[in-house]
């Protein structure tokens, strides 16, 4: 977690908050790609799926980053 100042701690804790948004944003985009498919909506399922992917790479990228 971020302890105030600039040091490893804050990277580390800045790092974690961008993780953790970026798979809650993943896993409730799948639930909204699910449901446009569900109402046959399919620019909105393939645009929801964009999202998806996107999120998932974005975390990946920070679960790099914070492992040094």
Request: charged share 25%; no cysteine; aromatic share 2%.
């Amino acid at each position: 977690m971020q302890n105030g100042n600039n040091g490893e701690d804050g990277i580390i804790g800045r790092h974690e908050g961008r993780l953790r948004a970026a798979e809650h944003i993943a896993v409730t985009a799948a639930q909204l790609s699910r449901m446009a498919r569900a109402q046959h909506l399919p620019l909105v399922s393939y645009l929801a799926e964009m999202v998806v992917l996107e999120a998932w790479r974005e975390a990946s990228r920070e679960e790099e980053v914070a492992r040094g």
